[in-house]
């Protein structure tokens, strides 16, 4: 019986043994992840841009009638006044309609007052049974009918008024003729420029916004403006309207400044360098990322980073400065050089260490 507890004695400890010699798991290796250093490209809100000097506004001053044009009365670079006269239309066809309209007018003005006569005598039979009910109608639709014709030869005449003065243009606002589109002699149609006229007021500086540094820029922004001809003067501006969309052609955004106070040696035309002011975070550089790089934390926007030496991820806020339809633009959160994760957000968490390894087709992620 000693015996038997000594061999199961020995057994067992043999088998401790082979339990204590059993290698430990290895451990799973780190997952790869498409992940690359990112640069700040955004350019800078303070960058300087190439602008002009223009009016606020600039209408094209034309006729409201077609006809033969015989008078110029101002030239390019004129200064005019509201209402003045600055163009003249051949009259004559003006004139003899509105004669004509006139003679219409008179000639139902006479017919109205026939019918009202005629009207009273026949009302007057009437209440002496001396004439038809039929009659009366008749005499008072005649009437009605008079009264109609009379009243549309007033609008006619008055629309034939309109036209004769129509041959005549004048400023709508006080400006400056821009450029001249009609000459002397010329059969112009309604609605055919004649004049540009830039008018007096607000003056704007215009200026190309590139789409790196749009990010920075808010409607209200202050900005100084150098002209190239008055050089050693700065000039205040404020941002009054960035375009929605950017030029087909140049892919930039339009931007006007309205000047604080132009003075009067500030001439329409003239070369601007235009310096933003820097507000808030846009005073940074951006960061152009891919869009499948975005991922939340919560409700806030946020990227993946792989820590630099341990290659273990961290969920980082960021704040967004624009958003594009294939790329965002980082305003904050993200230092130069990081490595940030570009595919398969939705599919890592925190803490997990990783492999950075490089987009198959760089590429299809290029900003």
């Not at 008072?140 to 008055?158: G, L, N, V």
């Not at 846009?282 to 499948?292: I, K, V, W």
Request: proline content about 5%; some cysteine.
């Amino acid at each position: 019986m000693a015996r038997r507890v000594a061999w199961a004695c020995a057994f067992a400890g043999l088998l401790a043994l082979a339990a204590c010699q059993k290698k430990e798991a290895a451990a799973p290796a780190p997952r790869p992840v498409v992940a690359v250093a990112v640069h700040a490209d955004g350019q800078p809100l303070g960058a300087t841009l190439p602008g002009n000097v223009e009016a606020r506004y600039t209408t094209p001053l034309s006729f409201r009638i077609g006809g033969k044009l015989v008078e110029r009365r101002v030239r390019l670079g004129d200064t005019v006044q509201k209402g003045q006269i600055v163009a003249q239309l051949d009259p004559a066809d003006a004139q003899k309609n509105a004669a004509s309209a006139a003679a219409q007018l008179d000639a139902a003005q006479h017919r109205l007052v026939y019918a009202k006569q005629q009207l009273e005598r026949d009302r007057a039979q009437s209440r002496e049974n001396l004439i038809a009910p039929a009659q009366l109608e008749q005499t008072e639709d005649a009437y009605a009918s008079a009264a109609a014709q009379r009243e549309q030869a007033a609008q006619q005449a008055a629309l034939a008024r309109d036209q004769l003065q129509y041959a005549t243009l004048s400023a709508d606002h006080a400006g400056v003729i821009t450029a001249e589109q009609a000459d002397t002699g010329q059969n112009v149609s309604a609605g055919q420029a004649v004049y540009s006229l830039a008018w007096s007021g607000d003056v704007d500086v215009v200026c190309d916004v590139p789409e790196n540094a749009l990010a920075g820029l808010r409607v209200g922004q202050g900005a100084r403006i150098a002209l190239t001809a008055l050089p050693g003067r700065t000039l205040r501006a404020q941002l009054r309207e960035l375009s929605p969309a950017a030029d087909p052609q140049s892919r930039t955004w339009r931007a006007r400044l309205t000047l604080d106070q132009p003075g009067a040696d500030v001439r329409l035309g003239m070369t601007a360098d235009v310096s933003f002011e820097a507000s808030g975070a846009a005073t940074h550089a951006l960061f152009m990322l891919p869009a499948t790089a975005l991922f939340h934390d919560g409700t806030q926007p946020a990227v993946w980073v792989v820590r630099h030496g341990s290659d273990v991820l961290e969920l980082r806020r960021v704040q967004i400065a624009r958003y594009d339809e294939r790329t965002i633009a980082v305003a904050q959160g993200l230092a130069d050089g990081e490595r940030v994760v570009l595919q398969g957000v939705h599919t890592v968490s925190a803490g997990e260490k990783v492999r950075a390894i490089a987009p198959l087709h760089p590429e299809d992620f290029a900003s």
